[in-house]
């Protein structure tokens, strides 16, 4: 007996509305996600976009006699409180290396201290009364000012909010970054090169693959242990490092560039491998002249890729001792420095209100590099797509 | 099981079908390969079973049979591409120029230098029509200068029938070609290192009739220059393009024989079933 549409229909109206239901669930998801994404960028941006705009103020600088001694002197007294500290500071320092500076004054843009700051920005702040009428004076005649945060991009760290940048903690990144591809690229490289095409398919390195596998969900802060255990107490790399810091990534790193190396050497098809072989390639010959430039693009693209999550670990690195006070810009790799996720951590743990934004500012520099590393790897993928 | 039922397998002992157009009595064929007793196993699997065949120079032998007859894996056996695959054991004599080609001091290297090969998908390197060419002479330091390297690629695209339609374009990516180009463009690569034996492993199977046509073409002129064994299923072919003719069937070789005897007068009723179709 056959049925009629109407009959089979309404079985099928139970299986659609069913379907259906799994649907909105499932977008239900996805706009849940995108919304929690939003929030987070639209939090991080408006609390970090502040960061990026620091109050400065005009005053009458003297270089007198006791400004040589104590900065503070060169300034009118209310005006002093106004002043970033770090400028005060800098008065007896100037007039030291520049004698002639004594008995001139000149009228000049300073940065004013964390307070005017958090004022003019409609934050918390710690002016008394005076001072805020004072500082609306100021406003009112333009003394008072929110500029470009230069500041933050040409500096290190720093005890004052206002005189913090992240630039030390920028170059301690690229510094680790440059260490942790010199080691990871080529030995992770090789390594998936001769168990994808050179070792023989037997348990022992099957159970290399599963270690290789494992390792690349391994927690990162145990991979900082064994940073610890073995470069700094065994091989006595000095610690807070780059370099000490990079060979502790470049562990974490290894197993995602070997991962994905294996993987683009699979892709490349095995017609090529064999071409190559009939016309009397050598084993290396094939890799080096067919496969390899074939699995490059999929090769860099896996490393950026890893380059990008070693970038934004922590937690290794606080191990190696990485998160210091670091406020000045590092030159070689066997210094202390710190990175840009550590610099965030250490910004987070301040007390003072107006680390906030710098903290969020932070996020957003680290933020802007990783998308901008993830899409060059996107990038390349697309470019070099291929097909056989 | 066949072996007693099939005849010797050597070029002109098939007596009990006495054929007056037998090639082998005015042209006498040097010998190229030899095989003796040749044996392959596919892990526990016996994929060759004791194959006897003389290969003769200059020729174009064509191995048919239907499919899973062992006819590809005895051709790979012939430049041991067979080497690649792990679960592979080989036993008995394949000699070439007086030289067991299975033993471990033959170096692979070299015998693919000597045994070339085009395969069942045209497989161009990804790189210049030009590099698809010179990169094997250059690699076996066959050509040295730049002149002498164009000189070589041009002699190759020739010799392959290609020249006139790739030479101005020869920066171009092999894998431009259509199908039949880039199929000939592996023939040229694979004479550009001037080896002794071309293996064929159903070099037309992915091409239109056309192309087909200039690739068989193509094997009839090549085989002034070189050995050329080809694995093909299409039976017109084999009785078009081939002087000897091999017939493989479940790992054996039940009928070798030249190729106007094999088709005109089978000798063995399973050759003679395959032939007109009845199975394969």
């Known amino acids: ?388 | 099981m066949n072996m007693q039922a099939a005849p010797r397998q050597t070029i002109g002992a098939a007596p009990e079908v006495g054929q007056p157009h037998t090639r082998n009595e005015s042209a006498c064929h040097d010998l190229s390969i030899r095989v003796r007793d040749l044996n392959l196993w596919y892990g526990e699997s016996q994929a060759l079973k004791g194959l006897n065949i003389d290969l003769f120079q200059k020729n174009v032998t064509a191995l048919i049979g239907p499919s899973g007859c062992g006819k590809s894996t005895f051709l790979r056996c012939l430049n041991r591409m067979n080497d690649l695959i792990p679960s592979v054991r080989i036993e008995g004599l394949v000699e070439m120029d007086g030289r067991d080609v299975n033993q471990v001091k033959m170096d692979e290297v070299a015998l693919r230098r000597r045994v070339g090969m085009v395969f069942q998908k045209p497989n161009p390197f990804p790189k210049s029509i030009y590099e698809n060419i010179a990169y094997a002479p250059r690699m076996h330091d066959l050509v040295s200068r730049k002149p002498e390297q164009d000189e070589l690629v041009e002699k190759a695209l020739r010799d392959a029938g290609l020249w006139e339609e790739v030479k101005d374009k020869l920066h171009q990516p092999g894998t431009s070609l259509s199908g039949g180009q880039q199929q000939r463009l592996c023939i040229a690569r694979a004479i550009a290192v001037q080896p002794d034996v071309i293996l064929m492993d159903e070099p037309t199977s992915a091409l239109d009739p056309i192309s087909t046509a200039t690739i068989e073409d193509l094997m009839d002129r090549l085989k002034e220059q070189f050995t050329i064994i080809t694995v093909t299923h299409n039976m017109q072919q084999a009785a078009r393009v081939a002087d000897y003719t091999a017939f493989f069937h479940l790992g054996e070789i039940i009928e070798y024989n030249d190729t106007k005897t094999m088709f005109a007068n089978p000798a063995t009723k399973k050759a003679e079933d395959y032939i007109t179709g009845r199975y394969g």
């Open chain 1, 1 to 388: 007996m056959s049925q009629t549409f109407d009959e089979i229909s309404s079985q099928l109206r139970k299986r659609h509305r069913r379907s259906a239901r799994l649907k909105w669930i499932s977008m239900g998801a996805l706009g849940l996600a995108g919304l929690f994404l939003l929030w987070f960028f639209s939090d991080m941006l408006g609390k970090g976009l502040p960061a990026f705009q620091q109050a400065q103020i005009q005053v009458e600088v003297d270089y007198n006699e006791d400004a040589s001694r104590m900065g503070r002197a060169a300034l009118d007294p209310d005006l002093s409180r106004l002043v970033s500290r770090t400028f005060e500071r800098m008065i007896p320092v100037q007039i030291r290396e520049n004698p002639e500076l004594l008995g001139t004054s000149e009228t000049r843009w300073v940065l004013a201290n964390a307070q005017v700051d958090q004022y003019l920005k409609g934050h918390r702040h710690k002016l008394n009364e005076q001072q805020v009428v004072l500082v609306d004076e100021l406003l009112a005649e333009g003394r008072v000012e929110l500029k470009f945060n230069t500041n933050f991009f040409t500096t290190g760290d720093s005890k004052m909010a206002e005189a913090s940048g992240i630039l030390s903690a920028a170059v301690g990144t690229v510094m680790t970054m440059l260490v942790t591809l010199a080691i990871a690229f080529p030995i992770g490289v090789m390594t998936a090169v001769y168990l994808e095409e050179f070792a023989p398919d037997n348990r022992f390195t099957q159970l290399i693959e599963i270690n290789i596998n494992n390792l690349a969900a391994i927690p990162s802060i145990l991979f900082g242990l064994l940073g610890l255990a073995i470069f700094i107490n065994f091989f006595g790399v000095p610690r807070s490092t780059p370099l000490v810091g990079g060979m502790t990534l470049a562990l974490m790193t290894l197993p995602v560039i070997i991962i994905a190396t294996r993987t683009a050497l699979r892709s490349v098809p095995d017609s090529i491998r064999h071409a190559a072989f009939g016309v009397g390639c050598s084993r290396w010959q094939v890799v080096r002249d067919h496969v390899l430039p074939l699995a490059m693009p999929g090769i860099m693209t896996g490393s950026i890729i890893g380059l990008a999550q070693a970038m934004g670990e922590t937690a290794p690195l606080i191990i190696v001792g990485m998160v210091a006070f670091i406020p000045d810009v590092g030159a070689s790799f066997t210094e202390a420095a710190t990175v840009l996720p550590a610099q965030i951590f250490t910004w987070a743990g301040e007390p003072e209100k107006a680390f906030v934004e710098k903290t969020a500012g932070g996020i957003l520099v680290l933020l802007t590099i990783l998308i901008f590393l993830n899409a060059t790897a996107v990038i390349l993928r697309k470019k070099f797509e291929r097909r056989w």
